[in-house]
């Protein structure tokens, strides 16, 4: 057989198709069983939660929003509550939108194949993680106010002494945070120029500056924990 | 067993019968592709499909999961509206009556809670598994920002739905999360640049949420309406569109 018979025939192959009657909707019916039979027995054994009658005089302590956003309440450490309760899931979700027109790589396209897009997948799995291991130092590892506790101590109900928190002053952190971003966009687009013509100048400053941002929750996240760094950022109106 | 047989040609062959079902059930390559496009249901599938689609480790069945707790929920909820009245004087007692008195309403209430939090995970994973697979490129971005879009309303379905136990954890969950809302910059009370447009306590976002500047009924009452009647109706429009452009973008992502 000839190469271009070969194609040909691989081709065929991979758009094989087959009828959805019986062999994807038997799939789809014995899922959908199997949900709801994991579903009821799981039920029938756990209780769902229900604590006392709402009070308004007597706040839980702690008070925890649903698991799915203790990750956002678990960066209240870090941020201020306009950060880490609207700006960043907006940004995230703004950034979830923008990811089928950032990356113009047509590669990969309908099979699971990590070769061919290390960046994207690389960065996703990151942000995946992140997110989930927020979550879980919110749930299992904050205690009352907001303390942290290993999941296997016992919590203690005292409150606890604020550690001395230090702020960059302004002379430090606007050229530190010049440099950060500077620096950001600027080193990849020479180191990676390749990357950085194929993406366009819109795509890669977008993606650059997702990217940073990203990574900088990451770094003021550090610096709180080692250094104890409250603002890296003071104006009269707000603080970073 | 012959009179058997007979007996289900001849009801085959009545009028009433034929009907109601429109072809046989012989397995032919027709009746097959009959079974799909003539059911109303099941013609969300095209007739065929790619064989690496059916693949269970290619899809792990995430997304119809999804749907299909979507419409559990449906049925639970519509159920539990028989017995839950969202008034701050009777909906902790109507929470109680359905674990101790209501019969059955235990697992009912229970596994409308359990489902909530699976649907959420559930679309978390269907997410990934589309990002991982590249399903979100040329020709389906849209689809992708779709989805996303009901990502958030899963959110806010399950979040809305917190507080109508009238309970502790709901009640102090709600302030948690409303009150990130009074956070924000230009719109909210306690945000940056508040006082641009004069916005105060009783005129914010966080006010909004809660038709009130405290939870409190007006609050138990628009979670309930947001939970029941709202954000299904929105997410539900949106699902018929997310659906509807797997189909028309070429269907189920596949190798280039």
Known sequence: MSNHAEAQVANNKKTEKVFSWPNLVAKEFIAAILCTVILLVYSYYVDAPLRELANPGEPENPAKAPWYFLGLQEILVYFDPWIAGVIVPSIILVGLMAIPYIDVNPKGNGGYCFRDRRFAITVFLFGFIFWYALIVVGTYMRGPFWSFFWPWETWSFDFPTPPPSVSLPNWLGIPALLIYFGLGMLVPAVAFWKFAKQLGFIRYNITMMLLLLMLGMLIKMALRLMFNVKYVLQTPWFNI | ?256
């Open chain 2, 1 to 256: 067993m012959n009179l058997i047989l007979f007996l289900i040609r001849k009801l085959t062959e009545t009028e009433v019968w034929k009907s109601v079902f429109r072809h046989g059930y012989t397995d032919t390559p027709r009746n097959r592709a009959l079974q799909t496009i003539s059911n109303v249901w099941l013609h969300l599938h095209p007739v065929k499909v790619p064989k690496h689609a059916v693949k269970i480790r290619y899809t792990w069945c995430l997304g119809g999961l999804t749907f299909f707790i979507f419409l559990y929920l449906t049925v639970t909820g519509v159920l539990l509206m028989f017995y839950y009245v969202p008034d701050v004087n009777r909906a902790y007692a109507d929470m109680i009556d359905l674990m101790y008195v209501v019969p059955l309403g235990r697992l009912l209430r229970t596994s409308h809670r359990w489902a909530g939090h699976a649907m959420v995970i559930t679309v978390c994973f269907h997410m990934l598994r589309v990002f991982l697979t590249g399903s979100y490129k040329a020709p389906r971005q849209f689809n992708w920002v779709l989805g996303v879009l009901l990502l958030v309303l899963t959110f806010l379905l399950s979040f809305t739905g917190y507080l109508l136990p009238w309970d502790q954890l709901g009640y102090w969950a709600i302030m948690v999360g409303t009150n990130m809302g009074a956070a924000t910059p230009v719109m909210g009370y306690q945000g940056p640049f508040a006082d641009l447009l004069g916005v105060k306590i009783n005129n914010d976002v966080r006010f909004a949420l809660l038709g009130g500047t405290q939870i409190d009924a007006p609050s138990l009452l628009r979670a309930y309406v947001w939970h029941c009647i709202g954000i299904p109706i929105i997410a539900g429009a949106l699902m018929i569109l997310h659906f509807w452009r797997v189909r028309k973008d070429g269907g189920i992502s596949g190798p280039l």
